[in-house]
């Protein structure tokens, strides 16, 4: 067996498994689950529809690079989204069977092995960036997002000797669990530091389109990389998904695009990886991103949400509104393990301790203290969910 495989952290939904283990939870409580980022709202129809016309298409393997449709349409979307310049749909995209395996399999493709290849990434993190990291052959070095830095990685603490070690850099922007957006001048900052030390920024952006002021959508890596002068978008590569912009988690829809030379090198490995999206499936992703009014439509009933349950949490339960995404990120009363188990115990309500979401550095664990809520449920259960959060406290 490969011994990377003993690297790898247990993932957080086990770690919860174990600390509910012993717990039975409230039977007079309806289950209510802000645990998992699976979005809940429904699929567009026309999405469904456009399945379902095309089933016929299963009688033929599709190509790893996508059709040329898809290709087109991810391009037209990039463009207007991130007023790009030109986004050549033959070399600079690549469509995807949703960004968790295009993260995880983008590391084996671009690290070259090596004692001291690093990866850099920030914490708390999506752990496939860790298993990536770890399963190419690289060592994972964390950048905390605390409280003080408004919950971004705190570059400026990272050395040059670690600059000069790294191959890869992750950032989430919006990120996960915070919500932070990274400003257009710290994108443009990481670029500089990636044609100075060599190394490429693989920008997980799966959060981008839900956002709290439709005049203020988060900026990305294409775009700061075009406002450089860095058209041809060299040392950058960006994630995209219809999981959380159209409420399609199960189709397995994505993208990567930017640097043509990396993407190239990127296909070749996916030709004997295997992960081509089904055609029917991208049929229906070429209706989803050709279109924004669902998308519109979708923000508006996050901001319903967000209103509705931070006014329910007021001071019991301080929140800040995140710039993006659709998590929040409190601390709690209490130790955040203690505070899901006795959520579930007394109130059947899930929740994420911050704990399983980040590593122990010199600096502490920065998702201690914390937990994530994925508003993802119906306005009602989340409102629900809330009351209950309010409830617990005052038992506390």
């Known amino acids: 067996m490969n011994p990377q495989l003993e690297l790898l952290h247990p993932y957080p939904f086990e770690k919860l498994s174990e600390l509910f283990a012993d717990i039975t939870p409230s039977a007079t409580h309806s289950p209510v689950a802000l645990s998992i980022g699976e979005p809940r709202h429904p699929a567009p129809q ?5 399945l379902a016309k095309n089933l016929d298409k299963l009688s033929h393997y599709p190509a790893s690079r996508g059709t040329a449709a898809l290709r087109e349409a991810i391009a037209h979307w990039l463009q207007r989204r991130f007023a790009l310049g030109g986004v050549d749909p033959e070399s600079q995209v ?4 949703g960004t968790r395996e295009a993260l995880f399999a983008f590391a084996q493709a671009v690290i070259t092995p090596a004692s001291d290849a690093t990866v850099l990434c920030p914490n708390p993190f999506y752990q496939i960036y860790e298993g990536a990291a770890l399963l190419a052959g690289a060592r994972p070095e964390f950048i905390n997002c ?3 830095t408004r919950f971004l990685p705190d570059f400026d603490q990272i050395s040059t000797g670690q600059w000069q070690r790294c191959q890869l850099l992750y950032i989430c922007s919006p990120g996960n669990p915070s919500g932070a957006v990274l400003p257009l001048a710290t994108l443009q900052k990481l670029i500089q530091l990636a044609h100075q030390h060599d190394f490429i920024i693989a920008s997980d952006e799966c959060y981008s389109e839900i956002y ?11 775009q700061a990389s075009t406002t450089m002068g860095n058209a041809g978008f060299e040392r950058c590569v960006v994630f995209h998904s219809l999981s959380k912009r159209s409420n399609l988690p199960g189709l397995r829809s994505g993208f ?3 640097d043509a030379r990396v993407l190239k090198q990127f296909l070749r490995y996916r030709t004997y990886h295997g992960c081509a ?4 499936h991208q049929l229906a992703s070429v209706a989803a991103w050709d279109d924004e009014q669902h998308v519109v439509d979708n923000r508006r009933r996050y901001r319903e949400k967000f209103s509705a349950v931070r006014q329910i949490l007021g001071q019991a339960l301080p929140t800040q509104l995140p710039d993006a995404g659709f998590y929040l990120w409190p601390a709690t009363p209490v130790p955040d393990t203690d505070f899901a188990r006795a959520l579930l115990e007394d109130y059947n309500l899930t929740v994420l301790p911050g704990r399983y979401l980040a590593r122990d550095t010199a600096g502490g664990n920065p998702g201690e203290g914390r937990i994530r809520m994925a508003l993802v449920a119906d306005q009602a259960d989340c409102v629900e969910a809330a009351q209950r959060l309010v409830d617990c406290i005052g038992r506390l």
Do not use: I, K, Y
């Open 256 to 258: 990567v695009a930017g």
């Open 146 to 148: 605390t409280e003080q």
């Open 94 to 97: 690549l469509p995807v069977s």
């Open 46 to 50: 026309f999405v469904l529809d456009t």
């Open 277 to 280: 999206m089904p055609l029917h």
């Open 212 to 222: 709290f002021d439709e005049t203020l959508p988060p900026p990305g890596l294409l």
